[in-house]
Every structure is written in C-alpha cells, then in structure tokens.
C-alpha cells in the first residue's frame, strides 16, 4: 500500500504537470495522486524503492493479468484472453508487448511472476493510470507505441476519462469537489456508474475492501502530502532565524576567535622585538672586543739597581 512518502515523491515528480492538465476543471492534484496509488500502488512504490529512474518507472507500470473464466467469471471486456486479442487487427503484435511488459515489470515485482511463468498471460491495463486494453481498437498507437509510457500521455488519457465521468454525473460545472465526490467519480471510472445511496462500498472488491473505499484512503493520504510552496520569483528564499542557544554559541565563538588572533599578534610584535635587540647586541659585542685588542699592554716599572 502506498504510503505518505509514496505519495510526496509522486507529486515532487509530476505536480506542476498535473495542476496544467487540471486547470479550469473540478479536478485537483490530491485526486489524481489518489488514482496513481490505486491503479499501480503495489508497482510504481516499489519500483522507486528500488533505485529505478522515473522514466523505466513509467514503463514498468503494466498490470491486471485477469482473463476471461471458461466458468463465466473473470474479465468481460475485449480481449478476454490471448485468443480473442489475436483476432484484432496488429493483434499478435500487441500481445508480444503485452506479454514482454509483463515479464519486465514482474522481473521487480515478486507478486506478478507466477502470471509471468505461463506463457499465454499478459497485461491488460497500461501506464500509471491504467488505461484499459479494450480501448486497443479506438487507439492502438497508445499501446503499440508505448505511448502509456509518457506520463503526459497517460494523464490526458486519464483527464479525459474523468472529464467524461463528470459529465454523466452532471458534475462539470462544480468549481471543486468535497472527497465523497471524488470518491465517486473514482468508483464511475472503475465501473462505468456511481450510486450515491451505496456510498463508498461500490467497485471492484478485493476480499477486504471495495475499490472506492481505498481510493477514498488514498485520497486521504494524498491530502496529507502537501509539497512546500515556491518561493515567489526573484526572492532569495527566506533564512530561518537562529535560536538564542545558537546566536550565543556563535558570539562565543567570535570571541574566542578574536582573543586568540590579538594573542597572536602580540606574540608576533614581542618576538620581532626580540630579534631586533638580539640583533644589535650581536653588533656591539665585536666593537668591544676589537678596543680590547688595540689597548697596549702596561710595562712594570724598573727598580733600581741596589748598590754595595
């Protein structure tokens, strides 16, 4: 399940594109954001985990291997297998993409390998959003190219499905949207139509929860990831203000620094004089030695002869 970290890298990633894509709608980042973690949350997440840049992300995100039940059960769209694919036209190319997109994503993803093990399986929903195979026929260029793979490529797809979604449920005027309403436009999207007297337990039920409850979780935790505002254009961002433990360590520290520099220069002075005293010592003591020398030696005086 996609979490609160999940959720900040999505938008530090493609905010600024989805609030382009939304302007002018009822629409909002928070929604989408919630769609990204239900429609690919147990593959985009871990993916990024994994070191994966952003680009390879977008191309992993494949899934949904459910075919058609030989009891009746199971998917009820085109193609409901590999055999009904097949049929298309550029069909056997599409599966090849489908089938190696599958491969590739479960090469990360642990929890797809045992689909990946048979060779008739492959994907049937495509980019971060999941747009559904059975739309190959309207658009086959989104698939063969790889089209999903470009993140602005699969919000338009996204949008514009949404966008339809508002209309059946004569929302598109709403200036926003309270979260029950976007909880329900999620559930029209998965299904086709919303009941508002069935609230939240509509969609695709996974053995615990129905789809619009935990799209309505991940719209709570995508809510909760609120990207920092930009600083306004040609403003150095603003420096935060120290504390005063901070400000006094500081002076502390210029003090210090000051004593330590006068100490040095003092030291510096005492010992030029030094040298300077020491130099003219040195100068004179050879003057002195040199009048010692030139001096003459005192002759002692003669006595005179005693005589008898």
């Known amino acids: 399940m996609p979490n609160l970290q999940d959720a900040l890298w999505f938008k530090s990633q493609f905010q600024p594109a989805i609030e382009r894509a939304v302007a002018g709608t009822p629409l909002n980042v928070d929604m989408i954001t919630a769609f990204a973690c239900q429609e690919t949350g147990e593959i985009w997440p871990a993916l990024r985990r994994q070191g994966l840049p952003t680009a390879r992300i977008l191309e992993l995100c494949v899934g949904d291997t459910i075919d058609a039940s030989p009891t009746g059960g199971g998917r009820r769209a ?37 689909a990946a093990s048979r060779p008739e399986k492959f994907c049937h929903g495509f980019g971060i959003f999941q747009l559904d195979l059975q739309f190959f026929k309207v658009d086959p260029a989104y698939f063969l190219d790889k089209r999903y793979a470009d993140f602005d490529a699969a919000l338009g797809k996204c949008t514009g499905e949404l966008q339809s979604v508002l209309k059946r449920l004569g929302w598109q005027t709403k200036a926003s949207l309270t979260d029950q309403e976007c909880a329900g436009i999620a559930i029209a999207y998965n299904t086709g139509r919303y009941d508002p007297a069935k609230g939240l337990k509509q969609g695709y039920f996974d053995g615990a929860k129905y789809y619009g409850e935990n799209y309505f979780a991940y719209l709570q935790i995508a ?86």
């Open 78 to 114: 085109f193609p409901k297998n590999k055999a009904e694919l097949l049929t298309a036209a550029d069909g056997q190319r599409m599966f090849d993409v489908a089938r190696q997109g599958l491969v590739d994503m479960a090469s990360y993803i642990p929890a797809y390998r045992g």
């Open 223 to 308: 809510r909760s990831a609120q990207m920092p505002a930009p600083a306004p254009r040609g403003m150095p961002p603003r420096r935060k203000k120290a504390g005063k433990a901070v400000v006094k360590k500081t002076i502390a520290k210029k003090a210090v620094a000051t004593r330590t520099a006068v100490k040095k220069t003092v030291a510096k002075k005492t010992a030029v004089k030094k040298a300077v005293a020491k130099k003219a010592l040195a100068k004179k003591a050879p003057a002195k030695r040199a009048v010692a020398r030139k001096a003459p030696a005192k002759k002692a005086p003669t006595l005179p002869r005693a005589t008898k």
